[in-house]
């Protein structure tokens, strides 16, 4: 007998976004194999809330679960294969060889998640939820142990925009660095990097300003979306601890989050294999704190 939506005890959740840049996937990494997290590696689900109100207001006619299946596979093909991603997560170069990847079933993940969807009302909400039970079900995990739901939004905007309209109570977790040891990494590497590899020369160097500003903004009003939480479910974490004081900081946030204690938090993974972030930044790769 196929596991229902509504078998499933409903999870915490708990939200990483990035407040003034750095550190989200670094240390959703630690939180990677915890047997008690339903989390899908990375942030392929950034723009899960913006792709989900396009298909509404695109669509002719009301949306059905199968239709929102197919869209999800398609706009989020990541979620099954992390060799997909068109963005710099570091999920395409994983393990000690830097030749991994993630990649689950597509066929069994969607069965699942149709299976888990029947008779549900459609809601992002529910959708969101079913996600995680699925990719959860595809790779054999326990899901008896799971409490929580990690969500790697990342994006600061969308936690008031969409997050806490769904899931009121979610807890969040921020992200923040020194800026003076960030600011030209974020404007060169995270900016002007990017604009280059999709951009030919001229055209980046015309767009020079544009990323300064942006740059500017993302780091001096990164941790403004948290002024509308209540702050006992608001949590930030400096990258600088990462490197400095990393046990006390997964401590402080299991005991946040409401997890038990577990060794695998001492080794940064996605899928069980080594992280070693990106290229794009040019700098060392290393499955630790720079």
Known sequence: MSLKFFDIPKPKIVALYSGNGSGTKLFQGYLDQHPEIYMIPGYPLLYFYPHWFEWHQDAVNPLTWPDLIKLFCLKHASVIDSRKFQSHDGLANLGKEKDKYLCIDEIIFKDHLSNLLVDENVS??????????????????????????????????????????????????GFVRDPRSNIAGRY?????????????????FIYRKRPFFFSMEYLLNGLQELD??????????????????????LQATINFIGLSDHPLLKQCTYGGHSWWGDNIFKQKLRNTCN
Request: aromatic share 12%.
């Open 228 to 249: 509308i939480m209540d702050f006992n479910k608001a949590r930030v974490i400096r990258h600088e601890d990462i490197y400095f004081r990393l046990d006390e900081v």
């Open 188 to 204: 060169n590497h995270s900016m002007m990097n990017v604009d280059k590899s999709k951009l030919n020369v001229s055209d980046a």
């Open 124 to 173: 992002s909400n529910t959708f969101l939820l079913a996600i995680h039970y699925a990719y959860c079900l595809t790779l054999n995990e326990d899901i008896a142990q799971k409490t929580t739901l990690v969500y790697h939004i990342h994006s600061n905007t969308y936690i008031k925009k969409y997050l806490l309209n769904d899931f009121p109570d979610a807890k969040v977790i």
